[in-house]
Nanobody, 117 residues
Framework: QVQLVESGGGLVQAGGSLRLSCGAS????????MGWYRQAPGKERELVAL?????????SESESMKGRFTISRGNAENTVDLQMTSMKPEDTAVYYC?????????WGLGTLVTVSS
């Protein structure tokens, strides 16, 4: 089992920046990919960004997110960060950390990000 804990959510003004962090614990061997998804009120959960164990990245194709979010490995092992810049009210959502191990997905409880206009 893998446990994921997110941190860094909160309230930010439009145009501001926020950095989310996620740490994995438990049986973290062979975690292939870690990343972030988000779910806005009344909408489906959507991909934000993924990063592989080798450092490869994949970002959402959404035009609203392009160029504003950067995913990176944290300083500690099995951690992942999401740097969000030029934030918009439509970025308001619960952001979930995800880890994939042997084809199985694990999820954190989520951290709420609210962007005020």
């Amino acid at each position: 089992q893998v446990q994921l804990v997110e941190s860094g959510g909160g309230l930010v003004q439009a145009g501001g920046s926020l950095r989310l962090s996620c740490g994995a614990s438990g049986n973290t061997n062979s975690i292939n990919v870690m990343g972030w998804y988000r779910q806005a009120p009344g909408k489906e959960r959507e991909l934000v960004a993924l990063i592989s164990s080798g450092g490869g990245t994949k970002y959402s194709e959404s035009e609203s997110m392009k160029g504003r979010f950067t995913i990176s490995r944290g300083n500690a092992e099995n951690t992942v960060d999401l740097q969000m810049t030029s934030m918009k009210p439509e970025d308001t959502a619960v952001y979930y950390c995800n880890a994939n191990q042997y084809g199985r997905d694990y999820w954190g409880l989520g951290t709420l990000v609210t962007v005020s206009s």
